[in-house]
């Protein structure tokens, strides 16, 4: 009986411990859809909009609009546009210039100069982001245009004292230049290290103001990844599988001496 019981929690603790390696390899992603931020609620606009992550335990992410206005950041509504594939995702509305150049599209733009701000201080238990973009159009797809996207990391709020010093320095990623003559996707997977001490993310066509061009916008995709980290419930699962196989080798040590 004693071998059989052996053999049991021998079982149990590496099946355990094989829970636990699988359980970190296998962990699902997260999809958080954006969409909701870019559509009218009662008939109006968002200027900004807060999304639960499966609630409890991974907490909030929040999106707000904005848009660079007489030197100065404004508060502005995001809009979903839905159209190609490549060409769906969330745009800001524009303030000063509602139609008659790119930023009619509906996109984020650079003229005038906009972003989405994406508030990941709320966030919990993940390990690596995965944002998405559309509308990334390759060099010569519209004459003038380079329409790059990029993603700005920052420790505070758009318009706040860190603005100047955040667009100066190096943006976090950025891609552009799929070739000519059409729109295309990228994706950007962002690790918790590599976000320390970050609380926003701005996602940008421009890391300057380009007042007076008619140049690129991006649309910020109507998902985005979160990877998760392994539950604290497995891990305790793991040590009662040690537990248990260090029990028996006691009784066995015992039996033979």
Known sequence: MRKSLLCTSLALGCG??????????SALPIHVGLKDAGIPVD???????????IGDPHGTVSLSGWEYDNGAWAGATMYYKNASPAETGLGVNCNEFPS????????IGATPWQMIDMNISQLTGWQSLTINLG???GVGNH?????????????????????????AA?????CTDFGSGHSA??????????????SDIWIASSITDQSGRNDGNILLGSDFVLNPVPEPKTLGIFGLGLLLIGAFAGLRRRRTS
Not at 16 to 25: D, I, K, M, T
Not at 100 to 107: I, L, R, S, V
Not at 170 to 174: C, I
Request: contains cysteine; glycine residues 16%.
């Open 135 to 137: 509308s990334v159009n």
């Open 143 to 167: 004459p003038g245009e380079d329409e790059t996207g990029y993603l700005l990391g920052a420790a505070c709020t758009v318009g706040g004292s860190c603005t100047s010093t955040v667009l």
């Open 100 to 107: 008659g150049n790119a930023c009619g599209e509906h996109e």
């Open 43 to 53: 008939g109006s606009y968002l200027q900004s909009w807060t999304s639960d992550v």
């Open 16 to 25: 355990a411990l094989l829970g636990v390696v699988s359980f970190g390899a």
């Open 185 to 198: 996707t990228c994706s950007f997977t962002l690790t918790f290290a590599q976000l320390g001490g970050i």
């Open 170 to 174: 190096a943006p976090l990623d950025s």
